[in-house]
């Protein structure tokens, strides 16, 4: 009999830009078998993220960057098949640092069961994934310190960090604008509850960020920087804070990236500027959660997920990010 195989993807040589095919070879070895304490897991989804290119970019970051020949590392979530660690029964289903093969082997401590949201099915998962809907919470509760009657705005407000992020804040009572890119995705934004659009695609961002945000902005969830960035500077009300997600503008750069052109409002407006990791807040996910389950169980928070079919579509899918063609959160189905 053949042995059975895994299919993984290697980081071939660092991305200079956008992500290329030929920046990841695919390459298989045998299934392994765990050894005492590890599991064998089947991968089911694995999550593309922005963070996937910050990894891949030779450059240290909050996690040491892949090097080549590794496989490359992401989120994922799958099936035990096999296990020696009582704690993950065969049949668990798991999520964790998976990276982009179709197996992986893994102590037990390394993975978490997926957490548990009355009738929601495997498949609509990966957008209330933890670390989705953490970084959206602890980004706006404690980096933000949103405030009820406050006005939050949001960039990238369509994806699955952002959306969540945006409901959340009308959860809290918050008056809640959101910048999108074309007309599908703002639409939707405003079919969930917005209290204003931006659609930066066919939109001036500083006079619709004027427009919706007459009294001002509160707190800016950043997901993009670069001109965003600038734009909601300009409008920051005095004590205003920042919460600084992600720079996706920038992730692509082949050349030095300014800072923002506006630095000065973070004087002037004495404005709190504070960018954050997800892990950081990992220690208290339980309260977090007694938070966000109820909001997903009862439908007070909506989602997309988009699919692609695939490991070896993964190279390519990848760039939906970068070129905001994906709607609400981008998975690879295994």
């Known amino acids: 009999m053949v042995a059975p195989q895994n299919r993984q993807l290697r ?21 392994p078998e765990p050894g005492e304490g590890q599991v064998l897991v089947r991968t089911t989804f694995i ?3 922005p963070t996937n290119r910050i ?9 040491p960057p892949v090097k080549i020949g590794d496989v490359m590392r992401s ?82 407000a369509a994806g699955a960090v952002g959306s969540m992020a945006s409901q959340m804040g009308k959860l809290m009572g918050m008056r809640v604008v959101g910048i999108a890119g074309g007309a599908e995705k703002c639409a939707w934004l405003r079919d969930i509850g917005f209290d204003g659009v931006i659609d930066y695609k066919s939109e001036d961002v500083a006079a619709g960020l004027k427009a919706h945000c007459p009294k001002g902005v509160d707190v800016y969830f950043d997901n993009v920087g670069g001109k965003m960035l600038d734009a909601v500077l300009a409008r920051m009300n005095l004590f205003g804070r920042v919460a600084v ?5 920038n992730y692509n750069a082949t050349e030095p990236v300014p800072g923002p052109y506006n630095f000065g409002a973070i004087l002037i407006k004495r404005l709190t500027v504070r960018g954050f990791i997800v892990m950081d807040f990992y220690g208290r996910k339980d309260a977090a959660f007694a938070e966000i389950v109820p909001w997903v169980s009862e439908g007070r928070l909506q989602w997309k997920v988009d699919v692609v079919e695939g490991l070896e579509n993964i190279p390519s899918a990848i760039n939906m990010l970068f070129d905001g063609s994906n709607k609400g959160k981008l998975v690879v189905r295994v």
Do not use: N
């Open 245 to 249: 997600c992600g720079l996706i503008a």
């Open 47 to 49: 999550s593309l993220d």
């Open 11 to 31: 980081l071939a040589r660092i991305p200079v830009g956008l992500i290329t095919p030929g920046d990841f070879s695919l390459s298989s070895e045998p299934v």
């Open 75 to 156: 989120v994922g979530i799958g099936l035990v098949e096999r296990s020696r660690a009582a704690s993950l029964p065969e049949g668990s289903v798991v999520e964790g640092m998976l990276g982009w093969q179709e197996y992986t082997l893994a102590k037990a401590g390394e993975l978490s069961p997926v957490v548990h949201y009355p009738g929601v099915p495997l498949e609509r998962y990966p957008g209330v994934a933890p670390h989705i809907v953490l970084t959206a919470y602890f980004g706006l509760k404690e980096v933000g310190a949103a405030k009820p009657g406050e006005t939050l705005v949001v960039s990238a």
């Open 55 to 63: 990894w891949a970019s030779g450059v240290p970051s909050y996690l």
